[in-house]
Structure formats: structure tokens, C-alpha cells
């Protein structure tokens, strides 16, 4: 009776010990599981390892991105089921990060330069101004330093670009103005512009002195003077004819100018809308 019981626990303790045999993972089943967890975990996943196991003794070798992979590769080494020993020989080397070759792609031509801006206009010393005067002007009645408003009767063009239009504004000052005397004396009125104004700039001008003088038993004299300038013409509206009434015609180049008539007491006079050319006597600059 005794040697069967006997018997029996110790079938039972061989029973025991294979069933616990099959359990325990073999070397094959550790290296895989270790492998596998390790690529799996994103903080070892860039790791190049390779893993033995030899009866429950595992060796790991190969390289780690940082300290801390190679940290987490052993931990999950020592945490694997049948793992009885762990031998690491693992080398931390960082990972160069990949250069990427920038796809060439051909430049897109460049645009060609804009053009220069053209250089700014001068209109030349010489040049005639024909202007139409905005109010009567007399050697009686008119003063000295005043001030004589017109328009541009005619547009100015250098070179088949536009300088001045016609129509703008043209000031200009009475730089002599004396009346003729009943008895003795002569009658002086001379006139010479200043500015003409284009759109939003006003251009200061220098121009000949336009010069009419009466003398003696109704003698007059006429010249054009200052700046050296060849030429100019006054087209003066005859005394009683009304606004631009008997316009007369230009001189020729160097003759002076056609002076204005006199009236009954031998004054000069130039009606409005009189039709008066000067000569610049300085170029002028025209800004854009």
C-alpha cells in the first residue's frame, strides 16, 4: 500500500515538472519576443541591434540612437519571461540626419531690367514763349514791379517732346513802366515773364526784356533786351480796336518787336488778350 502511494506522488511530481517545462519560453521564443518590442516601442524603434539567447542568458550588440534607447532596449530585455541574465554591448551613436538633395529645378529667367527713365527735358535758352496777356498793361497806368498774368498761347515742344501746353498759366512782372510826359520826356514800358506753371509745378524763367518806349512828336522805338536773346516779338492789339483787336505780325529774328500803339496822348498801351513773345534767356529744367 505504502509503495503505491508512493508511486503515485511521484508520477504526479514528474506530471508537475513537464508541464512547467513547456511553459518556460525557449531561447528561440526569447530572442524573438525581445526583437519585436524593441522595433515595436517608438523610443527604440531606430535602434540596430541583434539579440542571442542561450539558456535564458540573453546578449544584445549593435548600435543606439541615444543613452536613453539603450536604456529602454535593456529594460525590456530584463522584463522578458525566461530572461535569467543580460549582457549589453550595445554602442550609443546618433543618428545623422538624412540629407535630402534638393530637387533642382531650372531657374525661371529673370525679367529684364526696366527701361532707363528718359533724362528729364530742358528747354533750351532761345527759346521762344508766346503768351496771351490776361489784362490790359500801359506806360499811364500800369507800375513798376507788377505783377501780369497770361496763358501760354502756344505750346512749347523740345524735340518732339512736350514741355509747355497750351494754355498754362504764365505770370510776369512790368519791370519798367513810365508814362510819357506832355511836353518833354518818354513813355517806357517794359515787361518780362517769370514762371510758367504745369500742372502742379511752377518753373521760375528768366526771358528777354520786351521794351517799348515813345519819343519826341510821336516817335517810337522798339527793342527786345537782356539775356542776350536773338529775337523777340510783341503782338500788340492797336489802341481802340478792342481785345486783340489789329494783331500784328512777328519780326524777323533780331528786329525787336512790334510795339503797341499810341494812344492820343502818346501813351503806350497793350490791350488784353494781346498776343506777346518772349525769348528765354536760361534753360529750363522740367521735372516729371
Not at 25 to 52: F, G, H, L, W
Not at 108 to 126: D, H, I, K, Q
Request: proline residues 8%; charged residues 15%.
Amino acid at each position: 500500500m505504502r509503495s503505491r502511494i508512493v508511486v503515485h506522488w511521484s508520477l504526479i511530481l514528474l506530471v508537475a515538472l513537464s508541464v512547467g517545462c513547456s511553459k518556460r519560453p525557449n531561447d528561440e521564443q526569447i530572442t524573438n519576443d525581445i526583437q519585436q518590442k524593441v522595433a515595436a516601442d517608438p523610443d527604440t524603434k531606430d535602434a540596430s541591434i541583434t539579440v542571442d539567447s542561450k539558456a535564458g542568458k540573453v546578449d544584445i550588440q549593435g548600435k543606439v540612437p541615444t543613452p536613453d534607447a539603450r536604456t529602454k532596449i535593456e529594460q525590456i530585455a530584463k522584463a522578458e519571461p525566461g530572461v535569467a541574465d543580460l549582457n549589453d554591448e550595445t554602442m550609443v551613436v546618433p543618428n545623422a540626419a538624412p540629407v535630402v538633395a534638393a530637387e533642382t529645378q531650372p531657374s525661371a529667367p529673370e525679367p529684364p531690367p526696366p527701361p532707363p527713365p528718359p533724362p528729364p527735358l530742358v528747354v533750351p535758352a532761345g527759346t521762344a514763349i508766346t503768351v496771351r496777356t490776361g489784362q490790359a498793361l500801359s506806360s499811364k497806368d500800369s507800375q513798376t514791379g507788377q505783377t501780369f498774368l497770361g496763358t501760354l498761347a502756344q505750346p512749347v515742344s523740345v524735340k518732339g517732346r512736350a514741355a509747355f501746353p497750351a494754355g498754362a498759366t504764365v505770370s510776369g512782372t512790368v519791370v519798367t513802366a513810365k508814362s510819357k510826359g506832355k511836353i518833354k520826356g518818354e513813355g517806357q514800358l517794359d515787361l518780362a515773364l517769370t514762371s510758367i506753371s504745369v500742372g502742379s509745378h511752377t518753373y521760375p524763367i528768366q526771358t528777354s526784356v520786351l521794351s517799348s518806349t515813345t519819343k519826341g512828336k510821336g516817335k517810337r522805338t522798339a527793342a527786345t533786351t537782356g539775356g542776350g536773346a536773338a529775337g523777340g516779338a510783341l503782338i500788340g492789339g492797336l489802341a481802340g480796336g478792342g481785345k486783340g483787336a489789329g494783331i500784328g505780325a512777328l519780326a524777323g529774328a533780331g528786329a525787336g518787336f512790334i510795339g503797341g500803339a499810341l494812344t492820343g496822348n502818346k501813351q503806350i498801351e497793350i490791350p488784353a488778350e494781346s498776343a506777346l513773345t518772349f525769348t528765354l534767356s536760361q534753360s529750363v529744367t522740367l521735372h516729371d
